[in-house]
């Protein structure tokens, strides 16, 4: 199956990282948000970290014009009628999401693959709901998109062969390295890395020992580039805690329950970087 016309839907931190990888691969990609400055803000975002990739002479500037040739906002999601390829990175909520790829069912071509980016929603539930499942399927980037090599490729149940095949080679189009997991919550990154993160939340909620601290033991004991509560601000706390629910509802596992202070934290506002203030304060 050629690929050439691709659309992400959900211009946020991931939805923009991956139309900027698409575009600096060389191909075609629409970049669609509900929300009219959302969508500026993602286009500036990969405008800003093309040009830095000039400076740090790692992209010429004839391929930085290249890439934002290739790259086009849109905030009308018929603009999916002439893609191959349509990647959802809208909220984690499976309510949103489902809405979403109804929507793209409807209005994208019959030959169109469409791809959630879920952290951890159920990929057999969001392909039950198009008239499409087999062309239904998991492509789970890392964040930041442009610097991350991995993408998690989840089958749902109805997911063809065809169609894993052909996200697969996408993938390695796209200079990163695919792993095949199958649809269970949390698939495998977010099985083992929210819980981890959990309870570096429930670590400091108990007054075991501080923010800074617990990041300081992670990071030079166990030598990961960065804290779990560095980490959690960076992914956002609002889909932290939609992970942590989607593991305690999907295993029915005490072991998998929300901090109640990392509820707490969300309904703050506080999410994290992108909202000024998580564990740590950004402004
Ligand atoms: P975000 O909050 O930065 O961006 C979400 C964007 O979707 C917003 O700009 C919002 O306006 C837009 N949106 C909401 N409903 C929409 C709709 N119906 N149509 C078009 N746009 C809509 O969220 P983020 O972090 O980019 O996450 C997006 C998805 O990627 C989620 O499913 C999340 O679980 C997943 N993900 C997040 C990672 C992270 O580290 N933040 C890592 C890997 C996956």
Same mark, same amino acid.
């Not at 706390?237 to 629910?245: A, G, H, N, V, Y």
């Given at each position: 199956m050629l690929i050439n016309q691709v659309m992400v839907i959900g211009a946020g931190q991931m939805g923009a990282g991956i139309a900027q990888v698409f575009a600096q691969a060389g191909l075609r990609v629409?970049?669609?948000d509900l929300n009219e400055d959302a969508l500026q803000k993602g286009l500036d975002g990969i405008k800003k970290r093309l040009t830095k990739a000039v400076e740090k002479e790692k992209m010429t500037e004839n391929e930085k014009q290249q890439a934002f040739e290739n790259l086009e906002g849109t @905030?009308?999601?018929r603009a999916a +009628? /002439? *893609?191959d390829l349509i990647i959802e990175a809208v909220v984690e909520k499976m309510e949103v999401k489902t809405k979403v790829f109804q929507s793209l069912d409807a209005i994208a071509p019959d030959?169109? &693959?469409l791809a959630s980016n879920t952290s951890s929603l159920p990929i057999t539930e969001i392909a039950a709901v198009t008239k499409r499942p087999s062309q #239904?399927?998991?492509m789970h980037f890392m964040n930041p998109v442009p610097v991350m090599k991995l993408v998690e490729i989840i089958r749902a149940l109805q997911t063809s062969d065809e169609t894993y095949e052909a996200i697969e080679q996408m993938t390695e189009k796209l200079n990163k390295t695919p792993v095949e997991v199958n649809d269970f919550p949390g698939f495998v990154s977010n099985r083992i890395l929210m819980p981890m993160i959990n309870e570096a939340i429930y670590t400091v909620y108990e007054g075991v020992s501080s923010v800074e601290d #617990? /990041? @300081?033991v992670m990071k030079l004991g166990m030598n990961h $580039?960065?804290? $779990?509560l560095t980490l959690a601000d960076f992914i956002g706390?609002? @889909? *932290?805690? +939609? &992970?942590?629910?989607v593991l305690h509802e999907g295993f029915g596992d005490s072991k998998y329950r929300p901090c109640p202070l990392l509820r707490q934290y969300v309904k703050a506002g506080w999410l994290g970087k992108k909202s000024g203030r998580g564990f740590y304060s950004y402004e």
């Open positions: 629409k970049l669609n @905030t009308d999601l +009628s /002439d *893609c030959h169109a &693959i #239904v399927i998991g #617990v /990041d @300081t $580039p960065m804290g $779990p706390l609002d @889909t *932290c805690l +939609s &992970i942590m629910e």
